[in-house]
């Protein structure tokens, strides 16, 4: 499991034993990007995953650019040199508005060189997010592209608008037979000040997978058609259901109040990756997020990558 919340050096080492590559939410970077002749870089950089989907950006690490998976560590950065306190200031200071929930997590490694890893949160109520340089970037094809006019305007909608959102707890695994059964509990919110009084809410399983889902709480599912899901750099072709939270008859989202939703159970048989994940809709607002799980059935083993903070403990 990678967990970024609590990145240890363990943990790296499995993104790069797994070969777990770049995507919209994650990016590799080797420790000299944080030097401090490229704090506009690191603007850039960190602004984009704002004005996306959020995500992570690992710092110390060497890649194989054709890949776009890990390959190693580097050197790691001098200590006396560069803190999570330097680059909190540079990135505090010089992105407006500033990133409310930026999270950065420093690795020590043998040599007493460090890596990092800045975890950056979407962007809702105070998007967009500005640069140093005084433009607005987003990500695109696993890189920072400034943004275009229309883009910029679409994001100011998040700061009034609800930003519903759907959280997996940490999956349990159990062996049983040949097979792992993976179960998640879930729980929805709202991001947003401006609260949900209406939601559309639809989980999409990989199809391949026979997906048990169970309401809590009373939640009325019922199925739609399979809709192939682009998602995390794959596609999958996922079975649909969907329910929906609205007023009188349910309480509305608001921020910081958390509901248990549904119980998801599923069974992995053999070799490949799978999605599972939701799609949130509401007034000015809609996304999908999810996560894909993979199994080795030879070394038994699953692994999964996913939107940053989708799972809670």
Known sequence: MLDFDNVSLNALANLIRLRVPESLNLEYKRSDALSRSKTDEICKDVSAFANSAGGTIIYGIVEDKELRVPVSL?????PAEIS???????ITSNVFPKIIGLSIHEVALESGRSVFIVFVP????FAPHQSRDKKYYRRYNFKSQPMDDYEIRDLLKRSDSPSPVLYFSSPTISKIGDDFKVSLDTKVTNRSVVPADFSIWKTLIDQRLKADVIPIGGADLHSLRHEPIRILDSEFLCSVKQTNLHTPNHLPLIKETNYNFFKITFKLKNNGSYFVGYQAISRGFTEIRGAVFNLNCENLWISYRSHSDLFYS
């Not at 999570?84 to 540079?90: F, H, L, P, V, Y």
């Not at 979407?122 to 109520?125: E, F, G, L, V």
């Open 74 to 78: 580097d050197d790691g950065c001098d």
């Open 122 to 125: 979407q962007a809702t109520t």
């Open 84 to 90: 999570r306190e330097w680059i909190e200031d540079i």
